[in-house]
């Protein structure tokens, strides 16, 4: 292999690495927000508690 055709090999390798390493943080962010939905979908209807109530309830200051 010559060394312009390994040189854009390497840079192929290195840009698709970094695409993956995009996509996996996006496919991360998307699986936390669909954990949130699935929550506030299988909570609906039950009473929520404010932030102070929740920091009353554990000792939280």
């Known amino acids: 292999m010559t060394k312009t055709v ?3 090999v390497v840079r192929s390798i290195h840009k698709k690495r970094e695409q993956i ?3 996996r943080a996006e496919l991360e962010d998307l699986n936390d ?3 949130l ?11 929520r ?13």
Do not use: S
């Open 6 to 8: 390994e040189k854009t």
């Open 21 to 23: 390493t995009a996509l």
């Open 33 to 35: 927000y669909l954990d």
């Open 37 to 47: 939905v699935e929550a506030r979908v299988r909570d609906e209807g039950k009473p």
């Open 49 to 61: 508690l404010t932030h102070e109530e929740v920091k009353k309830r554990y000792g939280v200051k």
